[in-house]
Nanobody, 116 residues
Framework: VQLVESGGGLVQPGGSLRLSCAAS????????MGWYRRAPGKERELVAR???????NYVDDVEGRFTISRDNDKNTLTLQMNSLKPEDTAVYYC???????????WGQGTQVTVSS
């Protein structure tokens, strides 16, 4: 499994970023995919997840601001992040999970910094 994130960077509060994750070495459609983040001094936490069948869940504090989507033809996972807040600052990781319930695999992460 290889997961490569891109799209992180520095943005002002209220701004937007779009993260992408390119997956290879897997049959993408057989995997639940997710975005996690680790803020400084905190544990890694789930941000958003989309199952093989397209069921989506978000952590409460990004609901309505972030949108997760997947493209099974392009083996790509996307996280559209709007109305960003300083507390969204973290390293964001792409994850894959075989058949929605296997062990998680991770990308290397991409830094998102929200600051004025």
């Amino acid at each position: 499994v290889q997961l490569v994130e891109s799209g992180g960077g520095l943005v002002q509060p209220g701004g937007s970023l779009r993260l992408s994750c390119a997956a290879s070495g897997i049959t993408f459609s057989l995997y639940a995919m997710g975005w996690y983040r680790r803020a400084p001094g905190k544990e890694r936490e789930l941000v958003a997840r989309i199952t093989r069948g397209g069921r989506i869940n978000y952590v409460d504090d990004v609901e309505g601001r972030f949108t997760i989507s997947r493209d099974n033809d392009k083996n790509t996972l996307t996280l559209q992040m709007n109305s960003l807040k300083p507390e969204d600052t973290a390293v964001y990781y792409c994850s894959s999970q075989f058949m929605d319930s296997g062990s998680l695999s991770w990308g290397q992460g991409t830094q998102v910094t929200v600051s004025s």
